[in-house]
């Protein structure tokens, strides 16, 4: 009798296996999985302690963290053409019970492989049958295991406000993905889908979240909704959109919508279909970086989107970052004095992080700075020597063109990005 059950045992972890490879291995097209923002505190000898920085990313002091990153299921109602889980593609099909990825969650956290969860899926039969479970896991998670761990769940499109509210208050974060960049782009790749069933759970929760802070203003144990916001992903090169238009939408979420992050993913090219680029084509790992790269300029640096992209310079410069081409369009706001300067102006020189900018703003009170404090606060001088001045006379050449500037920072800099990968960490 013991043996049978060993066998049985076995057999149902091989199982388990095969679905986690083929269900993480689906997931790895989906990029929207860092965390920010959530405290969620462990309580009564629960499991885990959710904290910034949750996902496969570094942290501030370096740590590498990591999470559960699956799908649900790869079936799939929709034909959408850039999708791997897509209907009519010919691929090995799996789908998880909400107890196995239960019991996943649990066995891998206590084996240290994982500090939380981020779970997606293809849709069953309709969002809301696909929803329910997607809750299902995170309330047995929470109240079950007094898991607090992170966890983030992707929201289906089109599922009920009633399960959207039930998520935030078992999720740290929710996201609906956008998937194309503008209504067009959807309608050419997923023309079963509607734009609208994915704004309106974006709104619904932009509310709910809204509420709950006032709430926790007044009432210390108001429960928490979604701590760590909503988030959104679009898939770039598949369509035709230029910078300016995805800048421009991703700036209109963040106005609109409180959005916490916008993600952008280069078109990884898995299925033949003439609507997409070939499948030689080559993953625009460049041009997402710029993206993020000009996103970051729009939240923490002060730039406004047309600063970054306008209708004479639709697409951003893939040769140097945005902060560096904006400021070679722009040399007639240089070179300014970095001992007298206001922080927004000096968030603007290339080479200078918002640390750092900070940090000048603060020293500066105590003596003037030269070239040797700027590199010991943190400033890229290579970069930064020819938009500023300071304390001393070096590198004071004032002749130079916006081109030449460029010339001599590109002969210095070697790019991270010229050898394209496409991995995910593996866990098992």
Not at 28 to 57: E, F, P, T
Not at 241 to 263: G, P, S, T
Not at 411 to 423: G, P
Request: aromatic share 10%; proline share 3%; net charge positive.
């Amino acid at each position: 009798m013991l043996k049978i059950l060993v066998f049985l045992v076995d057999m149902n972890a091989d199982k388990v296996t095969e679905k986690l490879n083929i269900l993480a291995d689906a997931a790895k097209y989906d990029v929207s999985c860092a965390s920010s923002g959530s405290k969620r505190q462990n309580h009564n000898k629960g499991l885990g302690n959710a904290s910034n920085g949750i996902c496969h990313s570094y942290t501030e002091d370096g740590r590498c963290v990591s999470l559960l990153k699956i799908l649900l299921t790869n079936h799939c109602i929709f034909d959408c053409a850039y999708c791997v889980s897509r209907k009519s593609n010919d691929i090995k099909r799996a789908a998880f019970t909400v107890q196995e990825v239960v019991d996943l969650t649990i066995n891998f956290y206590r084996r240290n492989y994982i500090e939380g969860l981020f779970l997606s899926s293809g849709i069953f039969k309709n969002a809301d049958y696909t929803m329910e479970r997607l809750v299902l896991i995170a309330k047995k998670l929470r109240t079950e295991h007094n898991f607090n761990g992170y966890i983030h769940l992707k929201s289906i499109p089109g599922a009920s406000d009633e399960l959207m509210r039930e998520a935030g208050l078992y999720a740290d974060r929710l996201s609906v993905n956008l998937e194309m960049p503008t209504e067009e782009g959807l309608k050419l790749l997923a023309p079963d889908k509607n734009r609208q069933d994915m704004i309106d759970p974006m709104n619904f929760l932009k509310k709910e979240i809204i509420q709950n802070t006032e709430e926790k203003k007044l009432f210390k144990k108001a429960p928490m909704f979604a701590p760590a916001g909503q988030s959104t992903q679009v898939i770039i090169g598949a369509t035709q959109e230029d910078d300016q238009q995805i800048l421009y939408m991703a700036n209109h979420f963040y106005r609109n919508y409180n959005l916490k992050r916008v993600y952008y993913s280069g078109y990884v090219p898995v299925l033949s279909d003439s609507r997409l680029p070939a499948l030689n084509t080559t993953v625009p790992m460049v041009r997402e970086n710029r993206l993020y790269q000009a996103d970051w300029l729009m939240r923490f640096y002060g730039f406004k989107v047309n600063e970054i992209v306008d209708s004479r310079q639709p697409l951003l410069d893939l040769d140097i970052d945005p902060k560096l081409s904006w400021a070679i369009r722009n040399m007639q706001a240089f070179p300014i004095d970095i001992n007298k300067a206001d922080l927004q102006m000096i968030l603007r020189v290339p080479g200078i992080g918002v640390e750092s900018a900070n940090k000048i703003v603060k020293a500066r009170n105590f003596a003037k700075l030269g070239w040797d404090q700027l590199k010991k606060i943190g400033v890229a001088i290579n970069r930064a020597r020819y938009f500023i001045t300071c304390k001393s006379t070096d590198f004071e050449r004032r002749d130079l063109t916006g081109t030449k500037i460029k010339q001599f920072i590109l002969a210095e800099s070697h790019s991270k990005y010229l050898k394209n990968t496409q991995t995910q960490l593996s866990m098992f």
